[in-house]
């Protein structure tokens, strides 16, 4: 194909077609948004100047392509499978559909793509591309936020029920141990009464990044449960190594030291610790619930400790 590329940013109009082809050409040239111009069997026939910058790929480099080898899967064998059988009669047209496509510099790219027959001799199609990485971007940005206490930085309440839900499906059908620590701050109305919230807040933090140091791994998840109290979920964790990770913890909160009117400061929390392993309790609600009960022990028994439930 040798159509005439015009500057799609010009009001001059254009060069007279010699056939309708050249004319379809000629305005996928000037489309604002990418477009490509592909045969029934999605050979590249044509990138305009805003397919070009967005896939990094010059016209050359692709017109000997089909456009399925720069999809990425899942979508590859489908888009294989789909321009192998599309004929005149049975054109392969998609509304928009998201996929990923390989551009020139490795990137896979998120996109938007729709396919729109272009009746002209045995027919055309008509390829147009959204990119929607500034979106995918933003979607993720919310989802996070979405996740996250905004005090803490560690997960939320949300997060954490969704995650005991899944860790306590996966363990429990894999019969692995489940422990799941519950820790509330002690005494911590006295501290905000007499340091003001705005210290409390910054207590909270330290304690957050303490507990997040001391979980294991990232199978684990340490989340801000409600005001002054924290969760971890430990799954394929035992008891014994449960109340490892809690000593951890407390040891970690213990060097906290926050200098206030000339005066150190300690804080410390109260832990309980509940573990599946056979089947004792049959929800991780009930689990939750034993880690719970365990914690208001610990605090019964003079706080700063950890109690196991049993
Ligand atoms: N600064 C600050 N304080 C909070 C926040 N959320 C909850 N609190 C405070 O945490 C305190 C919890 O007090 P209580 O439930 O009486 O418990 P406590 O004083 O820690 O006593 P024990 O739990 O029995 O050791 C309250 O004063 C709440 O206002 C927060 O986000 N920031």
Redesign the pocket.
């Known amino acids: 194909m040798n159509a005439s590329f015009n500057n799609p940013n010009t009001a001059e109009s254009l060069p007279e077609a010699a056939n309708q082809q050249d004319l379809l050409q000629m305005l996928v040239a000037q489309m604002q948004d990418a477009a490509m111009l592909l045969s029934l069997q999605g050979d590249v026939l044509q990138l305009n100047g805003a397919a070009v910058e967005l896939l990094g790929y010059a016209q050359s480099e692709l017109e000997s392509e089909r456009l399925h080898s720069i999809i990425l899967p899942p979508y590859k064998e489908i888009f294989t499978y789909r321009f192998e059988h599309s004929s005149s009669k049975n054109p392969f047209v998609q509304s928009a559909l998201e996929i990923d496509m390989q551009a020139a510099n490795g990137e896979a790219l998120p996109l938007s793509l729709s396919l729109s027959l272009m009746p002209i001799a045995d027919g055309f199609l008509l390829a147009n591309l959204r990119d929607l990485r500034s979106e995918k971007a933003e979607l993720r940005k919310l989802a996070r936020l979405a996740a996250t206490d905004p005090?803490t930085n560690l997960a939320n309440r949300r997060t954490f029920d969704e995650r005991l839900a899944r860790a306590w499906k996966m363990c429990t059908s894999q019969h692995y141990p489940i422990s799941v620590i519950v820790l509330?701050?002690?005494?911590?109305?006295?501290?905000?009464?007499r340091y003001?919230?705005?210290?409390?807040?910054h207590?909270?933090q330290l304690i957050a990044a303490a507990i997040a140091q001391a979980v294991p791994d990232d199978s684990c998840l340490a989340a801000r449960y409600?005001?002054?109290e924290f969760a971890v979920i430990l799954p394929a964790t035992s008891a014994s190594t449960a109340q490892k990770v809690a000593g951890e913890i407390r040891n970690r909160i213990a060097d906290i030291c926050m200098e206030m009117e000339g005066v150190e400061h300690n804080v410390s929390v109260?832990q309980g610790i509940a573990t599946e392993v056979q089947g004792q309790f049959r929800t991780a609600e009930a689990l939750l619930f034993a880690a719970d009960t365990a914690m208001y022990r610990a605090?019964l028994e003079g706080?700063d400790r950890i109690n196991q439930s049993f």
């Open positions: 005090l509330d701050v002690d005494y911590f109305k006295q501290f905000n009464d003001g919230h705005i210290r409390g807040d207590c909270l409600g005001g002054e109260s605090k706080r």
